[in-house]
């Protein structure tokens, strides 16, 4: 083996040591939940969510009270509620730029009327420019309330972002 050849093998190595430390680098994800006020806004529903950076690469989170910070005993999203949860997980590629919410529609009050939800990323100690995203919902989670859907999805991945993803691929 020549040492030009060797000297390849090291370069490729150490890339793909690289590349593997960024895609499993850890990252916190802190959901904020705001149950409107309007009446019965507030459920009892077991809800999820999904998030998904502009390549498609997803986080599921499949009962997100369970990663919930407001301490026990605490109802969440009950009216009026502003409620905080933190996801530890392995970074997605990029910023979170879409986001699909469920409700599995059991126990009493099973509708929900949702203002927002921000979703901010740490990627250890530090927030990184543009990880910070706001999707404005102004609407139910309801078999009984219109669009009549228990899972919506808010998209706010734009094709520049699929532009700049498709470039680095």
């Known amino acids: 083996?020549?040492?030009?050849?060797?000297?390849?093998?090291?370069?490729?190595?150490?890339?793909?040591?690289?590349?593997a430390s960024v895609?499993?680098?850890?990252?916190?994800?802190?959901?904020?939940?705001?149950?409107?006020?309007?009446?019965?806004a507030g459920t009892n529903s077991k809800i999820s969510a999904i998030l998904k950076d502009a390549s498609g690469?997803?986080?599921?989170?499949?009962?997100?009270?369970?990663?919930?910070?407001m301490g026990s005993g605490h109802d969440y999203f009950?009216?009026?509620?502003?409620?905080?949860?933190?996801?530890p997980a392995t970074c997605l590629g990029s910023s979170v730029c879409s986001l699909t919410l469920s409700?599995?529609?059991?126990?009493?009050?099973?509708?929900?009327?949702v203002e927002f939800v921000q979703v901010l990323t740490t990627k250890g100690s530090s927030k990184a420019v543009g990880d910070d995203i706001l999707f404005e919902i102004y609407g139910w989670?309801?078999?009984?309330?219109p669009p009549y859907l228990l899972t919506r999805t808010f998209n706010r991945c734009s094709p520049?972002?699929?532009?700049?993803?498709?470039?680095?691929?």
């Open 1 to 19: 083996m020549t040492t030009s050849s060797l000297g390849t093998y090291f370069l490729l190595f150490f890339f793909l040591a690289a590349v």
């Open 23 to 40: 895609s499993s680098e850890d990252c916190s994800y802190t959901i904020l939940v705001k149950t409107g006020t309007v009446g019965s």
């Open 57 to 69: 690469a997803q986080l599921s989170i499949p009962d997100l009270e369970k990663h919930g910070k």
């Open 78 to 87: 009950e009216k009026g509620n502003l409620d905080t949860f933190i996801v």
């Open 103 to 113: 409700s599995d529609d059991k126990g009493s009050s099973s509708g929900w009327y």
């Open 141 to 145: 989670l309801a078999t009984s309330e």
């Open 160 to 169: 520049s972002m699929l532009q700049q993803i498709n470039a680095i691929i």
